[in-house]
C-alpha cells in the first residue's frame, strides 16, 4: 500500500514481511517476516531504487532498467518484471496495492513521443486485478500512491490530488476535497490522507476506512479505537488498511489514527522515525539515530527484524525545505554519483541548548548546550569536559553516577522480564482456553440471517467479512457456466450439481447450484449454514466462497475453482494413472494441508465449527496442488469446550462417520478427527472408506487389525512403491490410528494431528532431525492463492444485500498462526511417540462392538459417496 519507499510491506494470508534497502549503501534489497515465498525470492543481486509491497507480492523499482520486478506469489501480476511491459518504458516510481502494482512513466522526449501524449501528460502503466491498462492523464504527476483497489496521483502543478480504479470500496474518488494543494498523498486501504500544502503541513483524510466513527463513539465500551487524525504539521504519512500513520514535525515520533482492530499496539511514544510503511494492519518505521533498525506496531507484523535498512531512497535532485542531505560523515550510502538521500531535519533544539546554526539543504541545524543554564547530568559533563579541569570533573560525576545507573537498569530488566513472563503465561492461557466474548456467544443466538440492528462490532473480522461474498445475479451466473449446459459441470454432489463457469472479468470459478429437492428446507439450511460460515471463514487450505445468488428460488453458490478436482477422483477416479501421480510426497503434503484447514476450524474460530463432512470428495485440490477443505453445507458451530458435546442428529457419510456421534448422538471437534483419520487411511492405503470388494467392508475395520498386526505392507497403496523413509509413513499410519480411536476423547486433537504429520512428511523429504517441517510451514502448506479481490461491497444495490446476510459476528480469530498456536503446547507430548499397545487393543475390541449399520428407527439423513 501507498508510495515507493526505501521500507516497503507485503501483508495478506502468505504472512507478513518488511524489504527494505540495505543500509551499506548496495541498493539491494533485505526483507524479514514469514511469507517464504518473498524471502526466498527476493533477487540477491538487484538494485533497487526503491520498494513497494502488496498482498503477497513486493516489488522494487530496478536501478539499472527503471523498470519494476516484483517477487513472492500474486495471482493478478506476473512476477519478475511484470507484463505486458512495453518495451523500452521506463519508471520514476511504482506503488502496490492489494492486487494491483502501477508505475509512473518517464517522459518520453524527442522522437519518440507519440503524437497523442502532449509533454504535459503522464503515463501510468498498472498491472494487475482491474487495472492492467496504460492510462494517459492531462497532468503532470509529481507521486503516485496505490490503496487497495485504487491509485492517486498528486499533481505536480496544482498540487491537486486525482484517483482513479474501484470506487465502490472506498469512495476515494467522489470525496477528494476540491481545490486543495497537498505537499505529500499516502493511499490506504479504503482511504487517502494527504499532507496540506502551506506552513502548518496538517494532514486531511477521505475515504471510506473511517466510516464507522458513529458507531463506535456510540458504543458504551469506552474503547479508544478510533483516533481522529493529529492536528498538528507532519513530515511523512502512510496509510494502513482502515488506518494512517504519520511522522510528526516537532518532534519526529510517529502518530496513528484511524480504525484500529482489537489487540493492536500502539504506535511507540518518545521515539523519532526517518521513514514509515504501512502494511494492512500494522505499521514499521526506520528509527532515527544511528542503528536504522526498523520497529513495527500494530496487529500481525513480523516478530523480529533484526536487519538495519537505508534512510531513505537516493535522489539526484535537491532536498526539499524541512530536509538536508547525509552528510558524508553519515556515510552517505549512495553509489549513483551525484545522488544523495534527503533526511528530514532535527526538530527544535532541547532544553538547555540552543541553534547554534540552521537546517539547510546541505546539513541538519546544529544545537549546543547553554552551559549557563545546567542542570541535567548531560548538560554538566559536557560543560565539565568543556573545561580545564573538565577530566577529574566527570571523573568525580561518573564515581556518583555509576551505582544509580546500574540500580535503574536492573530495575528496568528486572520489570521487563515480569511483564514478558505474565504476558506470555496470558496468552497461553488464552489460547488453550478459548472462551468467547459475551459479545459473541450472546451474538451467536442470534439469527444470522436477520438483519444488522445496526451496531457494528468493531473487530478484524466484521471488517473482513464487509468485503466479501459478493452477490452475483442469477443471470451473469448463468452466462458465465455457458447457461448451464451438462459440458460445464464439474461434479455433483447430493444436494447440489457443480458447474465451471468464467465470469466477465475472465475469473474461473466453481458454481454449486442447489439441486431443488422436495426437502425445500434442508437445502435451504444447507445453503444458508455454507454461505454463512465460508463467509466467515479464511484459510488458505479452506475453500473460499467468493459470492452467492439467491434469486427466485435458485440458489447458487460462487468458489475458486480447483483445477484438479478432489482428492476422492484421484484416488478412485476412472483414470489410474492420477492416482500413481499421487506420489507419497504429494499424499501427505495434502494430507497436512487438510489437516491445517481442519485444526483452523477447530482451534481459530470462536466457537469452533464443527465440519461433519471430512471426506475424500470434500477434499479439493488447486492449480498448484494444494489442499482445501470444502463443502460446508453440515458444519456446525460446536461447543466453546471440547468437552461439552453438541446433542445432534448425525449427519455426514457413511465410512466416515464417528461412530460415538452416529450412535450416542455425541459430537465434539473429535467427530471431524475421526473422519479425518478415516482419511488418512483411504490416503495411505488408496481405498474407498466403504468397499465391499473388502472382507472389512469398512476402511477402519480392515486397517486396524493390520496395523496392530504390524503389517504395514498390506495397508499401503500397491500402487506406489514404498518410500525409502518407510518410517515416516509408519508414523502416519500411527496417527490414522489413533485419530480413529472409538472414544472421542481417547483421540488426539487436530493441532497434535497436524504436527505429526508435518514431521512425518519431513522425514519423507529427509529431513533428518524430522522435529520441524523441512520448510516453513508457510513453505510446505503455502499456495499463491490470495483472498482475491476482497469481492468488495460491489454497487450500492448489492452492498445493502451484503448486510443482509450477515449474522453476528460471533466467530473471532485469534491472530497467531496454527505454528505459533501448536509451539504454545509445547508440552504436549508428539502423538507419534505415545504407548500404542494397550489402547489399540481396546480400540479394537470397542471397533468390534461398536461399527455396524445405523439402526432403521433412527432418523438419520446419511448420504453416502460410494
Ligand atoms: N470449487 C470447486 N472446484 C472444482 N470442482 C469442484 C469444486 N467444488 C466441487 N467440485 C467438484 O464437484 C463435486 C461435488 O461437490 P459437492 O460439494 O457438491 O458434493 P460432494 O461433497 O462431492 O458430495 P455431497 O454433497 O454428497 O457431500 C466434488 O466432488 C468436486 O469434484
Redesign the pocket.
Known amino acids: 500500500l501507498g508510495s515507493m519507499s526505501s521500507i516497503a510491506i507485503s501483508y495478506g494470508e502468505g504472512g507478513s514481511v518488511l524489504c527494505g534497502l540495505k543500509s551499506d549503501g548496495s541498493h539491494l534489497a533485505v526483507c524479514y517476516g514469514s511469507n517464504s515465498a518473498i524471502l526466498y525470492g527476493t533477487p540477491a543481486h538487484f538494485q533497487f531504487i526503491g520498494l513497494t509491497g502488496g498482498d503477497g507480492f513486493m516489488c522494487g523499482l530496478l536501478m539499472q532498467s527503471y523498470q519494476p520486478y516484483c517477487w513472492g506469489n500474486s495471482a493478478f501480476i506476473q512476477m519478475g518484471v511484470p507484463q505486458p511491459m512495453i518495451k523500452g518504458a521506463e519508471y520514476l516510481e511504482v506503488s502496490a496495492g492489494d492486487y494491483h502494482l502501477c508505475g509512473l512513466r518517464k517522459p518520453i522526449v524527442g522522437r519518440r513521443q507519440s503524437s497523442n501524449v502532449s509533454s504535459s501528460s503522464s503515463l501510468v502503466d498498472c498491472w494487475g486485478y482491474n487495472m492492467t491498462r496504460n492510462f494517459v492523464f492531462d497532468k503532470q504527476i509529481h507521486s503516485l500512491s496505490a490503496g487497495a483497489e485504487f491509485n492517486c496521483g498528486l499533481s505536480s502543478k496544482d498540487k491537486s490530488v486525482f484517483c482513479w480504479g474501484d470506487e465502490n470500496s472506498s469512495q476515494v474518488i467522489s470525496l477528494i476535497p476540491k481545490e486543495t494543494k497537498f505537499q505529500k498523498i499516502a493511499a490506504g486501504g479504503y482511504h487517502v490522507c494527504g499532507i496540506l500544502d502551506g506552513l502548518n503541513s496538517r494532514v486531511l483524510c477521505w475515504g471510506k476506512s473511517f466510516e464507522f466513527e458513529e458507531e463506535i463513539s456510540g458504543t458504551s465500551t469506552g474503547e479508544q479505537i478510533l483516533n481522529l487524525p493529529p492536528k498538528e504539521p507532519l513530515l511523512a504519512v502512510v496509510g494502513g488498511k482502515f488506518y494512517a500513520c504519520g511522522i510528526k514535525r516537532y518532534d519526529h515520533s510517529a502518530v496513528c489514527w484511524g480504525f484500529f482492530v482489537n489487540r493492536s499496539t500502539p504506535a511507540p511514544k518518545g521515539i523519532g522515525f526517518y521513514d514509515l510503511a504501512a502494511g494492512n494492519y500494522f505499521t514499521c518505521g526506520v528509527l532515527s539515530g544511528t542503528s536504522m533498525s526498523p520497529v513495527c506496531w500494530g496487529l500481525g507484523f513480523p516478530a523480529s527484524i533484526p536487519l538495519a535498512v537505508s534512510r531513505g531512497l537516493c535522489v539526484n535532485t535537491p532536498c526539499p525545505p524541512g530536509t538536508h542531505e547525509l552528510s558524508n560523515q553519515d556515510n552517505s550510502p549512495c553509489k549513483v554519483p551525484g545522488s544523495h538521500i534527503c533526511v528530514p531535519c532535527s526538530p527544535n533544539c532541547p532544553t538547555e541548548m540552543y541553534q547554534k546554526s540552521e537546517c539547510t539543504e546541505r546539513s541538519d541545524q546544529v544545537c549546543v548546550y547553554n552551559c549557563s543554564s545546567c542542570f541535567s547530568s548531560e548538560c554538566s559533563s559536557n560543560c565539565s569536559s568543556a573545561s580545564t579541569n573538565g577530566g577529574k570533573a566527570r571523573g568525580k560525576f561518573w564515581s556518583l553516577q555509576l551505582p544509580i545507573a546500574t540500580a535503574e537498569i536492573g530495575f528496568a530488566l528486572f520489570l521487563v522480564a515480569v511483564v514478558s513472563i505474565t504476558a506470555a503465561l496470558y496468552i497461553r492461557y488464552r489460547l488453550r482456553h478459548c472462551r468467547c466474548s459475551e459479545n459473541d456467544t450472546r451474538s451467536s443466538k442470534d439469527s444470522a440471517f436477520t438483519k444488522d440492528n445496526g451496531k457494528i462490532r468493531p473487530d478484524l473480522d466484521e471488517l473482513q467479512k464487509r468485503r466479501r461474498a459478493r452477490v452475483f445475479t442469477y443471470e451473469e451466473l448463468e452466462m458465465a457456466a455457458d447457461g448451464f449446459k451438462e459440458e460445464s459441470i ?9 458447474y ?1 463457469g468464467i465470469l466477465r472479468d475472465g475469473t474461473t470459478v ?1 458454481l ?1 447450484k442447489a439441486i431443488m429437492s422436495s426437502d425445500k428446507q434442508k437445502n435451504s439450511n444447507e445453503f444458508r449454514t455454507e454461505l454463512d460460515l465460508l463467509s466467515r471463514l479464511n484459510h488458505a487450505h479452506l ?1 473460499s466462497l467468493l459470492g452467492y445468488c439467491e434469486e427466485g428460488g435458485e440458489r447458487l453458490l460462487v ?5 484438479h ?2 482428492l ?2 484421484h484416488l478412485h477416479g476412472k483414470n489410474k494413472a492420477l492416482k500413481e501421480q499421487l506420489d507419497w510426497v504429494k499424499r501427505v503434503t495434502i494430507a497436512v494441508q487438510a489437516a491445517r484447514g481442519i485444526e483452523y476450524l477447530h482451534g481459530y474460530a470462536c466457537p469452533p465449527v464443527i465440519h461433519r ?1 471430512i ?1 475424500s ?2 477434499i ?1 485440490i488447486d492449480e498448484e496442488h494444494n489442499a482445501r477443505v ?2 460446508f ?1 453440515l458444519s456446525l458451530l460446536g461447543p466453546v469446550d471440547s468437552g461439552s458435546p453438541l446433542a445432534e442428529l448425525p449427519a455426514g ?1 457413511l465410512g466416515y462417520l464417528d461412530p460415538e456421534y452416529y450412535r450416542l448422538h455425541y459430537l465434539t471437534t473429535k467427530s471431524d478427527v475421526y473422519s479425518f483419520g478415516v482419511l488418512l487411511l483411504e490416503i495411505l492405503s488408496g481405498r474407498k472408506a466403504i468397499d465391499m470388494h473388502y472382507e472389512e467392508g469398512n476402511i477402519v475395520e480392515w486397517a486396524v487389525p493390520l496395523i496392530k498386526a504390524g503389517d504395514i505392507n498390506a495397508l499401503l497403496d500397491p500402487v506406489l512403491k514404498h518410500p525409502s523413509e518407510i518410517e515416516a509413513l509408519k508414523r502416519i499410519v500411527s496417527v490414522a490410528c489413533k485419530c480413529v480411536r472409538m472414544r472421542g476423547k481417547d483421540r488426539p486433537s487436530m493441532d497434535k494431528v497436524t504436527t505429526a504429520l508435518e514431521r512425518a512428511l519431513a522425514q519423507l523429504m529427509g529431513n533428518p532431525s524430522s522435529e520441524q517441517p523441512i520448510l516453513p510451514t508457510e513453505v510446505v502448506l503455502g499456495s499463491s492463492r490470495m483472498h482475491k479481490k476482497s469481492w468488495r461491497i460491489g454497487s450500492k444495490r448489492s452492498g445493502s444485500e451484503n448486510t443482509e446476510f450477515r449474522g453476528g459476528s460471533w466467530i473471532t480469530f485469534p491472530s497467531v498462526t496454527s505454528s505459533q498456536r501448536r509451539k504454545s503446547s509445547a508440552s504436549e507430548e508428539d502423538v507419534v511417540e505415545e504407548d500404542e499397545g494397550r489402547k489399540q487393543q481396546e480400540v479394537l475390541r470397542s471397533l468390534e462392538e461398536e461399527i455396524g449399520p445405523a439402526s432403521p428407527g433412527q432418523s438419520l439423513f446419511l ?1 453416502h ?1 460410494f
Open positions: 464439474v461434479g455433483k454432489g447430493s444436494f447440489s450439481c457443480v465451471k466453481a454449486k475453500l468458489y475458486e475453482f480447483m483445477a478436482g478432489s476422492h477422483n463432512d471426506k470428495s470434500n479439493l470444502a463443502d453445507g457419510t448420504h459417496n
